[in-house]
């Protein structure tokens, strides 16, 4: 018995509908730039996978925000939930995927530029747009690598607000499931 699971990200800017690659971009004033990870492939194909989940194990989108003014960044998927794509009356709940964020840039992440929602404990996935990055109690203005980001996905851990059985408890049936994560950089 084996699934898949495969994210697939975009990028908006100001809740429009232009992709990260756009150049020049739709407002030169911010962008978000997926380096790479645009798409995330998580192999169910061991019992302790089903059981423990997945751990960040190479799942990883490296993002650099550029902005001339403060920002925060949201994310959310695309749908409610999984739908299988052998057979779309198989179902998974979004929060099974989590996502930890850590800061490669110059501009820190203690709160003193950026307020990292995501720093210890994974945000889990949500249909609604969920913060991960905000402005903390300076500006978090940047460029380059000012404003660098990894961003760790995982999958049924059970950490952090995720859902707390495990994909093995939730009889989750084998599939592929699939779907996109939109990433939103608005004005802080």
């Known amino acids: 018995m084996k699934f898949y699971l495969?994210?697939?990200l975009v990028t908006f800017f100001l809740r429009s509908t232009a992709f990260s690659q756009d150049f020049p971009p739709p407002n030169p004033s911010m962008s978000v730039s997926i380096l790479s990870g645009y798409g995330i492939v998580f192999n169910f194909d061991a019992i302790d996978d089903y059981t423990d989940g997945i751990m960040n194990e190479g799942q990883s989108t490296y993002i650099r925000i550029g902005s001339v003014i403060d920002w925060?960044?949201?994310?959310a998927a695309d749908q409610s939930i999984?739908?299988?794509?052998?057979?779309?009356?198989?179902?998974?709940?979004l929060n099974n995927v989590g996502v930890i964020v850590i800061s490669t840039g110059t501009n820190v992440d203690d709160?003193?530029?950026?307020?990292?929602?995501?720093q210890s404990v994974p945000i889990?996935?949500?249909s609604n747009e969920v913060t991960l990055l905000s402005k903390g109690t300076e500006s978090n203005k940047g460029w380059g690598i000012e404003n660098a980001f990894i961003l760790n996905w995982e999958m049924g851990t059970r950490r952090g607000n995720m859902n707390n059985q495990s994909i093995f408890e939730q009889h989750i049936a084998p599939d592929t499931?699939?779907?996109t994560i939109v990433l939103t950089l608005t004005a802080n």
């Open 6 to 8: 495969v994210l697939f």
């Open 72 to 75: 925060k960044l949201q994310f």
């Open 177 to 179: 499931y699939t779907l």
């Open 111 to 118: 709160g003193s530029q950026i307020i990292n929602h995501a």
């Open 82 to 93: 999984f739908y299988g794509e052998n057979n779309p009356a198989n179902q998974m709940e």
């Open 124 to 126: 889990a996935l949500q």
